[in-house]
């Protein structure tokens, strides 16, 4: 924690002797006294009350104060009780951590007083204990929904996510980079794009009303400022908001998601980008199966219970299972002939040259059985010009690769760059754009690689 | 790295027999091996060449990768001089790491193999070796900026600072949260916010445009969102870009930049958030010191020179320093008496019930020995309604805080939260708005404080 808090700063300030130590009950988290076996002195816990039980000898409290699903008890003489101290009141709870006679729990905390720091009206509050009420029901009270099991599970899934990606990459050697929001290009001409103004009146003809002189975006993707980077650094990443307006309803498309997006000079081959994507997809799983196993079995066991999981053993296996089982990598040609060869029939019909639909990439998943896969060398026509020329025709593709993952379909892609100076320009030839290259003789142009993954669509979804 | 990048993808597909081991030079970058005392066997930098001299008897090259300040002197026979070996090349080396007999480094690259991965037009390149441009210069070509000194500096003390501020929180519990960017709420009344719509054209007269049903604008803080999960988890934070569309060409007010927001509950007093901003600050400090004291030295040296500084080891002894001396804690109403008494002249005259200007906290700052300094206690009337009533009238003040630190004046702020519904409910009559506290009843409602800190003003400046 913040070392010693109880610092009197007057003292500080006054004078350069010590400061005298006071006699403090050590705060700890839920999390943090859950998994202590003895502590010597009193503690101090401080949270929301999840239930309160009056039995004649004795009072017992639930604790929870977000650091992890699972509360604390507290176990307190029954003259401690108080009329504020009801479901959904915050408390502190002062006592020693005791060896706990329950199998469900190593510890509890024999209280030696309890505060109520904020009382709860639980008439008003719209979420009652042992109550499991529909995400539509929790969306009505965007103020209280995170006292929910599972949006509080899910924001401490996403929280340990965030730090491990970070880790991840800072641990290889990349640099991050805030790669801007506004921005006035358009990275892959998608034309669904969000537009920023000072002001939400109507314009007049001819004013210009454009706080930045050009008209501005929220961007879409953050690689173009990150291929620039990979110019100066061999490896550079961001992992920020990106904004797409698409008016669709499907679970599948947000306005507003979080991606993470990575360059990497001197790439030779798509070997070094699906390393990357393995071994960021390995690292990111197993930190989140170790920091938070019982919110992944919650997910697992109410909300999309799609694999029979017997116990968290079991289930934290069958993802450790997942993530080290990544490897089968199919080429697209051969994906095809998978999918024309499948017993089932699709909605759209696979075709070389046609996109993967997500059915198609379902089948691919459940054809390998059940484990991620890596999908090489997609035409060349389906992709964007940048996108490194295999050479290969009369079925023409480009060192692209995209990683499917069970349950969702496609979780990330990438591709080696062009960087044939020759190879852009009669490419970009063909779409009347050339001027931009103007500059490219001066670049020291290198190989490149890029990883890139929609965490939104991973796991930023209800 | 990325351990055994040689895994050969058809042989995992095709067998589970072991991967044979390839024979391959271990890829390094410039500041490990820079930082390498000896290392068996051969190596491999790939970078961009910063010099080339080449001499009768031995060539001498620079490589930088982006990875640090100093680049890798390689030193190799003539005969692997090549036409396309030139400054801002990008090049792969092979070789061996030898200790250097210069002085100025520890070790050198004894070059068996320089492949020229990508050539360099050194006429159409703009920057030369060993040349210093402006900055203004250098803003004409953002593709080509980053191999600068000065530009590569920055984004590695960024990407640095970005890192400790991220773990910082991490080990002391915080749940990181992505607070919305696209959001219909005004935090704090501003005004001055960018408004994002779907479509730049002229609005016909009753057409709803709005994306989302309702106006929708670009946060300028996350800090409503925060305090509704500190109702949930005791301690959160979030770091993300925010915007302001003011019309300002200062160098301290940027349309787009990024922020640190902490909200903690169960928070008692200010130096619980004094203590927080203190350690952030010592943590970030520090951590940036000890990962890139090239690269602040170069800033030290050469973009803002304000303290004199002889060698690195002072340099570092000094920012330590200032890290070290926090803990000058002035109440706002003896900041004002101070300011009152000093013998320079103020073109904002000091007087209680006034905001401090910038060239207040330089003179505080200054005051206090070039010290950062924390000003406690701010007039009611100056700071916004959710702040903690102190109730000291007559000179009326509430909880807030703000850290002052040498050169910048405002590093971050702020303060304790009233949490006493009567407060909030008689000062928001004042402003006549009481609808939105109907719930307040069912919050649990705890003390609560924030830390937050705007990074761009602090090290995103050019």
């Not at 008439?123 to 965007?142: A, G, I």
Request: charged share 20%; proline share 5%.
């Amino acid at each position: 924690m913040f070392g010693a808090r109880c610092l009197l700063l007057a003292l500080r300030r006054c004078s350069s002797a010590p400061c005298p130590k006071h006699k403090q009950a050590a705060r700890l988290r839920v999390c943090e006294a859950l998994e202590a076996q003895e502590v010597a002195g009193d503690i101090k816990v401080q949270g929301w009350v999840r239930s309160v039980r009056s039995q004649k000898q004795v009072l017992f409290l639930h604790i929870n104060d977000g650091s992890s699903l699972e509360s604390l008890q507290v176990v307190a003489d029954p003259t401690l009780e108080h009329r504020d101290l009801t479901f959904g009141s915050a408390v502190e709870v002062q006592g020693k951590l005791v060896k706990s006679l329950h199998r469900m729990q190593n510890v509890e905390l024999k209280a030696e007083n309890i505060r109520v720091v904020g009382p709860c009206d639980t008439l008003m509050f719209p979420f009652k204990p042992r109550e499991r009420q529909p995400l539509e029901y929790s969306r009505q009270f965007p103020h209280l929904r995170c006292r929910t099991n599972t949006l509080s599970s899910l924001l401490r899934v996403r929280s340990e996510a965030t730090a491990a990606i970070h880790s991840f990459f800072k641990d290889n050697g990349y640099v991050h980079v805030h790669t801007p929001i506004i921005t006035s290009n358009d990275c892959e001409g998608a034309g669904e794009l969000f537009h920023v103004r000072t002001s939400n009146k109507v314009q007049e003809p001819g004013e210009n009303s454009h706080f930045f002189n050009v008209p501005a975006f929220l961007t879409v993707s953050g690689q173009l400022h990150l291929e620039v980077m990979a110019g100066a650094f061999t490896q550079v990443f961001t992992f920020g908001p990106t904004f797409r307006a698409e008016n669709s309803q499907s679970r599948r498309h947000l306005a507003e998601f979080y991606m993470v997006e990575a360059e990497m000079s001197f790439t030779e081959s798509l070997q070094d980008i699906i390393q990357v994507m393995e071994d960021l997809f390995k690292t990111v799983t197993s930190i989140v199966l170790s920091k938070c196993p019982q919110d992944v079995e919650l997910f697992h066991k109410y909300i999309s219970p799609a694999q029979k999981v017997i116990n968290m053993r079991e289930q934290t296996a069958t993802c450790l299972y997942l993530a080290n089982s990544l490897g089968s990598v199919i080429p697209y040609t051969e994906a095809v002939e998978i999918l024309k060869r499948a017993p089932q029939t699709f909605t759209f019909q696979p075709k070389w040259g046609r996109d993967l639909q997500t059915e198609h990439e379902k089948y691919l998943v459940k054809h390998c059985g059940e484990v991620p896969v890596f999908v090489v060398n997609y035409p060349y026509d389906l992709k964007p010009f940048y996108m490194r020329d295999n050479e290969d025709g009369p079925q023409h593709t480009v060192a692209a690769v995209d990683l499917l993952v069970p349950g969702t379909g496609e979780l990330c892609g990438g591709s080696l760059r062009e960087e044939r100076l020759h190879f852009l320009q009669s490419r970009l030839e063909r779409y009347g754009e050339t001027l931009w290259l103007i500059t490219s003789s001066s670049l020291g142009t290198v190989w490149q690689g890029s990883v890139s993954e929609a965490t939104g669509v991973w796991w930023g979804k209800e």
